[in-house]
């Protein structure tokens, strides 16, 4: 009796932001840090899936710089990162395309459909999705910076009812071009921007931005972020992602949220409860 009393609360709980985000794309980043337990992974997928049957439009775009550091270093190739963005030579670039469009896009969309949803993996290339131009070609190579984002696709698998999968490998207009490794964080926000998304959400493997002692700063302004950076509060892969949410807030995004992709269910406590989690950035 008090386990169906907890879940008709929850549910009255949750049922304003049911009708808040109807209909609404919400960009969820799931980061190669919050894809460590196949049980985590589980409930990740569990919770895309009822999203997604209460009428939102989830659209999940994946990192896996894990595993593609842990394949280069299997294969005896060095890698390194600058301001938490990789250095990708062309044959980093080819192990960054295996991972990202092969392996892990094709887990999560198993992963999803496990639990049932209906999802449909692309990378940016499929249909031209991200056009890209190098970041620094000098300094950084095939790491690229996405310049032009062709909707179609991705509004096409939504308006079908599908959840779709987007690995973070950009196209390039030129012939026999191998492509671009774009971190995954600034695709998330680019994409969100260019769909339209109401918000966007980083699954990660910290509890949101840590201040220098460790403690979790629950609301962040743009001003703080930068001196947090300038400080080195804010270090590696944690730049890319607030310069994500940064991005994705002066797109039109209305909220950005960092969360604990370690905590079960965290997608749900975040988007249908009114107990704030992780960090949000604000403008
Ligand atoms: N101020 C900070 N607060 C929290 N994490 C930070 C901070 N500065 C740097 N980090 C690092 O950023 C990491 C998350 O980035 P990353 O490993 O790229 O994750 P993901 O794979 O989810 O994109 C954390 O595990 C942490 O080591
Ligand atoms: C240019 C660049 O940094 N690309 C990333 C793409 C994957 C990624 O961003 O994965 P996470 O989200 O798990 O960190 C990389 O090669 O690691």
Known sequence: MQHKIEIVQTLLEALPYIKKFRDEIIVIKYGGSAQESEELKAKFAQDIVLLHTVGMRPVVVHGGGKNITRLLSDLGVDTRFIDGQRVTTR???????????????KEIVALLNSQGARAVGISGKDANFL????????NFGYTGV??????????????????PVIAPIAGSQ????????????????RIAVALGARKILFLTDTPGVLDGEGKLIPTLTIDQTRRLKEEEVIRGGMIPKVDACIDALRGGVKKAHIIDGRVEHSLLLEILTSSGIGTCIEL
């Open 131 to 138: 056009e890209a131009i190098p970041k620094d070609s000098e």
């Open 91 to 105: 044959e980093v670039m080819r192990v960054a395309e295996m991972v990202l469009s092969g392996e892990i896009n």
């Open 146 to 163: 996405i310049e032009q984002i062709n909707t179609e696709i991705v509004d096409n698998i939504l308006d079908d009812g599908f959840v």
């Open 174 to 189: 030129t012939l026999g071009h191998p492509g671009f490794n774009i971190n995954a964080d600034l695709a998330a926000s």
